[in-house]
């Protein structure tokens, strides 16, 4: 085993243990800050693969944005979360039963394609930087992704300001709402 | 090296997690939380075959990069929808939120 593939199994095993203490955590705070470890450990996933800039994406939107959005979101309907009484909805069982059949089909797939299982990476044609360059150009390019890029700047836009209407207090829309 | 196989595994196994999470949570907080895991797991797996079967495309990249773009406006609106239902029926339980059943 190489030292590669012992940071692997350790971000694998952080990721996948963190993972389980969001969804099995009973207080969301501890969950959120569970998601933390999680995304922290995909981006270290993303370092391995070469994806340094993705890795920086994860650690400032994900973590630095999504996170601590949902952390507030959490503060801010506190009082009826009580932190107590079950967590977990009527159906439980049957969410943990669709999610080991999807986990064991995704396997079964898996097992169909022989050739990922040693699948080694090829060697990169090009530098770390040319990689980031290229990446950026792409997003950019008339040939290549600047329509889903410009549409998806679109979409953040009316995210933000549908959030911003969405979440306004009810007395400025001239609503009586128990605040 | 680390085999492809090894980072489908993490996927699939950060996915159906995250499945759990969005199914047998009762908090939309918790669902919310369920759906970003499941978001992580696909952009592990897009990045992955991008490194693996085809590196000199960049569109594993490129693609990750929409699918951040699509789950930030997923967490900025559903968060807010939250907030804003909390502040009308003083709940988050997706099932005490049934203005809109027949």
Redesign the interface.
């Known amino acids: 085993m190489?030292v590669?593939?012992g940071v692997?199994l350790i971000t694998?095993l952080a990721?996948?243990i963190s993972?389980?203490m969001?969804?099995a955590s009973s207080r969301?705070v501890h969950?959120?800050l569970w998601?933390v470890v999680?995304?922290g450990a995909?981006a270290v996933?993303?370092i391995?693969?070469?994806?340094s800039?993705?890795a920086m994406?994860?650690v400032v939107?994900?973590i630095g944005?999504?996170a601590i959005?949902?952390i507030?979101?959490?503060m801010?309907?506190r009082?009826?979360?009580a932190d107590s009484g079950?967590?977990?909805?009527r159906?439980?069982w049957?969410?943990?039963f669709?999610?080991?059949v999807?986990?064991a089909s995704?396997?079964a797939l898996?097992a169909q394609m022989p050739s990922?299982?040693?699948?080694?990476?090829?060697a990169?044609?090009a530098s770390a930087d040319f990689?980031v360059e290229?990446?950026g150009k792409?997003?950019v390019d008339l040939d290549?992704?600047v329509v889903?890029?410009e549409v998806?700047?679109v979409?953040?836009l009316?995210?933000?300001i549908?959030?911003?209407v969405?979440?306004r207090?009810?007395e400025d829309r001239g609503k009586t709402?128990?605040? | 090296?680390?085999?492809?196989?090894?980072?489908?595994?993490?996927a699939?196994?950060?996915?159906?997690?995250?499945?759990?999470?969005?199914?047998?949570?009762?908090?939309a907080?918790?669902i919310?939380?369920?759906i970003?895991?499941m978001l992580?797991a696909v952009?592990?797996n897009l990045?992955?075959f991008?490194?693996?079967?085809t590196?000199?495309l960049?569109?594993g990249?490129?693609f990750?990069?929409?699918v951040?773009?699509?789950?930030?406006?997923?967490?900025?609106?559903g968060?807010?929808?939250?907030?804003?239902i909390?502040?009308?029926r003083?709940?988050?339980?997706p099932?005490e939120i049934d203005l809109m059943k027949w």
């Open positions: 190489t590669l593939q692997f694998a990721a996948v993972a389980v969001v969804v969301l969950a959120a998601l999680t995304l995909v996933a993303f391995l693969l070469d994806a800039f993705l994406v994860q939107i994900y944005a999504i959005l949902i507030f979101t959490v801010l309907t009082r009826v979360m079950p967590q977990a909805n159906a439980w049957l969410a943990v669709v999610a080991t999807m986990f995704l396997l898996l990922w299982w040693q699948a080694t990476p090829p990169l044609v990689l290229d990446l792409s997003l290549r992704y889903p890029f998806a700047s979409l953040l009316a995210a933000l549908g959030a911003i969405l979440a207090p009810a709402g128990p605040e | 090296m680390i085999p492809l196989s090894w980072y489908l595994l993490l699939a196994a950060l996915f159906c997690i995250g499945l759990y999470g969005v199914l047998g949570r009762r908090n907080v918790a919310l939380m369920g970003e895991l992580n952009n592990i990045v992955a991008w490194r693996y079967l590196p000199e960049i569109a990249q490129a990750a990069i929409i951040f773009a699509v789950a930030a406006s997923e967490a900025a609106v968060l807010a929808l939250i907030i804003s909390y502040r009308q003083s709940t988050v339980i099932e």
